[in-house]
């Protein structure tokens, strides 16, 4: 689900004096790592000098398989480069602020998930001027929402996790899920105009380790410009079987809110719910 709002930007003066900082490229350098830890970045263009990236300065992500955990909010960047990486968003508030942010293939940005009931909530949340996802690229959060539930008991379903789970039955969200028993439940929750969600976990079928499907995560993004020619995914979990058992139940999808001044491109972006119960 998209949202355009027109008129977000404007320009505020207010007499700066001073000499700005420095700016620097900043190139990862780690594997698998925190974001805020400065033996994971390399300064090229001082390397005498190996900071973690301040405001202004440019990021970049792009050693082959590194996956960086980001945990916090990062000053307003110039800009972050990521390619052939992941960068993993940790806690709900987390901003990835910069000037331009530019997804290259292979890239992902993703948040941690999914994540139960009273867990710490993740999103991935970007505040930008400039966005682009080149194809191959990708914002995915695809069943990183609310978890879906395991049966323990045989003979009994497991609820899943979050606002629209239900005791025996594929999740609602914006839409409504499915009981087993076909009576349309009304716990639909979020607003279509400003989706800002996670998509909640299904039900686990009635056999002992059957699991349902994962809720879709979520995407909030404010910039002026977007372009997509990736993709961005919110789409609860895949369906499951065969290996999770035939009564398992799907997850719903989670969401995607952007409100910038212009979007285009030729990727998809999509936030689709899993299978119904059978």
Request: hydrophobic letters at 40%; aromatic letters at 6%; proline letters at 3%.
């Amino acid at each position: 689900m998209k949202r355009l709002i027109a008129g977000l930007t404007g320009i505020v003066l207010a007499g700066l004096v001073g000499i700005a900082a420095r700016a620097d490229t900043l190139t990862w350098t780690g594997m698998t790592g925190d974001w805020f830890a400065v033996e994971n970045w390399t300064n090229t263009t001082a390397p005498e000098s190996t900071r973690v990236p301040a405001a202004g300065d440019e990021a970049v992500v792009n050693a082959a398989g590194a996956e960086v955990w980001l945990t916090d909010s990062t000053e307003r960047l110039g800009s972050l480069e990521i390619a052939s990486a992941k960068l993993v968003f940790s806690n709900w508030d987390t901003l990835l602020s910069a000037t331009g942010i530019t997804v290259k293939a292979g890239g992902v940005l993703t948040c941690s998930g999914p994540f139960t009931n009273g867990a710490v909530s993740n999103r991935v949340n970007l505040l930008c001027t400039n966005l682009l996802i080149e194809a191959g690229g990708a914002i995915d959060v695809q069943a990183k929402g609310y978890s879906g539930g395991l049966t323990t008991n045989t003979g009994g379903y497991a609820k899943g996790h979050g606002p629209g789970a239900l005791s025996s039955g594929s999740a609602s969200h914006g839409g409504m899920g499915l009981l087993k028993s076909f009576v349309i439940p009304s716990n639909t929750y979020g607003e279509a105009e400003a989706p800002l969600f996670p998509g909640s976990g299904g039900a686990g079928g009635n056999r002992v380790n059957e699991y349902g499907g994962h809720g879709g995560g979520a995407v909030r993004i404010e910039a002026v410009d977007v372009v997509v020619n990736g993709a961005i995914n919110a789409d609860a979990s895949l369906n499951p079987f065969p290996l999770n058992g035939v009564h398992s139940c799907g997850g719903s999808g989670g969401s995607v809110y952007i409100t910038c001044e212009t979007i285009s491109g030729a990727g998809s972006v999509t936030a689709r719910g899993g299978h119904a119960c059978l």
